[in-house]
C-alpha cells in the first residue's frame, strides 16, 4: 500500500522524506538493510545473509505497494533511505486476521531524534485505519532503546521466547514478545 508522501522535521532540525520506496529505491533500500544490520544486532540477519539481487528487491517493493494489508513507512534523506518501519497482516486466516506485525529499523546517524516515535505513531494511525485490532512485534531482550520506546507508546510485554537468538559469538538473547491493544 502507498503512503502520501510528506516532508518531516527531526528533533535537530534535519528535514527528510517520509514516502513509500518504490522500484527506483532498490539499491538504497538493500544498503540500508545491510546498513542497519551492521550498525547493532537487533535485527534478524547478519549483513551477509542478505540477498543483494536487486530484481528480488524490486519485486518485494512492488509486491508490498499492490498489497492492501501491509504498508511501509519509509525515511529518505534526499535519495538516500536511512529509516523504514512497517506493519503487515500477521496472516490472512480469518482467526488471525485481526492481528498486525511491527518492525523497525532507523540508521544510527538518524537514532535519538524523535524519528522512531514518529514512524510508530504513523504506523499505530494506520494500522486502526485498516481494521486491525491489535499490533504485535518481538525485540531481542536486551534492546533497552527498542523496548522504552515501545514501552512509550503503550506496548505491553505478552512473553518471552527463550534463547530465541544466538550471536556468532555464542551469546543467547531472550525475544521478548508485546502487543498493543487498538
Ligand atoms: C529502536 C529505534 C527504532 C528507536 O528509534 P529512535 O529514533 O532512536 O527513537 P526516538 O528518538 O523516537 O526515542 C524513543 C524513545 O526511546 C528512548 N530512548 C532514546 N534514546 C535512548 C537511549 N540512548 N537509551 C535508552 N532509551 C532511549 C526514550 O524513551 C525515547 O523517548 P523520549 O525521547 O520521549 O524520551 C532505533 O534506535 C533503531 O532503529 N535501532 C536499531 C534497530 C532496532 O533496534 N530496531 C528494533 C528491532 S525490534
Known amino acids: 500500500m502507498r503512503i502520501e508522501e510528506e516532508r518531516i522535521t527531526l528533533k535537530d532540525g534535519r528535514n527528510l522524506t517520509l514516502r513509500s520506496a518504490e522500484e527506483r529505491d532498490a539499491q538504497t533500500m538493500l544498503d540500508y538493510i545491510v546498513k ?10 547478519y549483513p551477509e545473509e542478505i540477498s ?25 534523506d534526499g535519495d538516500k533511505a536511512v529509516g523504514n518501519c512497517s506493519i503487515s497482516s500477521h496472516r490472512n486466516h480469518i482467526k488471525l486476521k485481526h492481528r ?3 518492525a523497525i529499523a532507523i540508521e544510527q546517524e538518524y537514532c535519538g531524534c524523535g524519528l522512531g516515535t514518529l514512524l510508530m505513531k ?15 512485534l518481538g525485540t531481542y531482550a536486551d534492546n533497552e532503546k527498542g ?3 515501545y514501552r512509550k507508546m503503550g506496548f505491553q510485554e505478552m512473553g518471552k521466547n527463550l534463547r530465541a537468538f544466538k ?5 543467547y ?3 521478548i514478545n508485546m502487543v498493543l491493544f487498538l
Do not use: P, Y
Open 100 to 102: 498486525c506485525d511491527f
Open 36 to 45: 542497519t544490520a551492521e550498525e547493532t544486532h537487533f535485527l534478524i540477519r
Open 147 to 149: 523496548l522504552a520506546l
Open 52 to 76: 543483494m539481487d536487486i530484481e528480488r528487491e524490486k519485486r518485494i517493493i512492488n509486491d508490498n505497494l499492490e498489497a492492501e494489508d501491509s504498508v511501509w513507512f519509509t525515511v529518505f
Open 173 to 175: 538473547i531472550d525475544e
Open 122 to 136: 504513523k504506523a499505530i494511525d494506520k494500522a486502526k485505519e485498516l481494521g486491525f485490532e491489535q499490533m504485535e
Open 167 to 171: 550471536l556468532k559469538d555464542g551469546t
